[in-house]
């Protein structure tokens, strides 16, 4: 789920672009529609939602990451069809937990962050949409 800077893409040459960067790209979209409507085992998703209290202490359902889940459904299909153990996996789930919640990815090696501070504003960030929901 890395979103590239469009001006950094930009800046790119044509062949740049060609060497591995559209490969990957293609790559991942043709995975991805291949994947299209798979549903990942129901012991894949425990894992999955275990992985996130571990990581982040906060607590889903494994119904609620299904539903977050339908939102990014590359990352479900890659649960889907890699399983649990797939270390890429792991990466996507935490991306669609920062993404669902704070609109981010989840903090990178050299990217100067803060990791307790982002999971204090990720649980902050899961709170007020639960507050959001049971006031709807």
Known sequence: MHV?????????????LE????Q???AILEHALQSAGKVPSTECVRSAVEFLQEQTD??????ELLSLLDLYPYAKAKL???G????????????????AYLGSRWPMNGDGCDTEVFLDRLRHAR????????AA
């Open 84 to 99: 649990w153990g797939d270390t890429e996996v792991g990466d996507l789930i935490l991306d669609v937990i920062a993404h």
């Open 58 to 63: 906060i607590t889903l359902t494994s119904a």
């Open 80 to 82: 889907a069809d890699y």
């Open 4 to 16: 590239v800077n469009p001006a950094v893409i930009a800046k790119w040459s044509l062949e740049r």
């Open 24 to 26: 990957n790209r293609l």
């Open 127 to 134: 709170k007020s949409y639960m507050r959001l929901v049971q």
């Open 19 to 22: 060497e591995g960067y559209l």
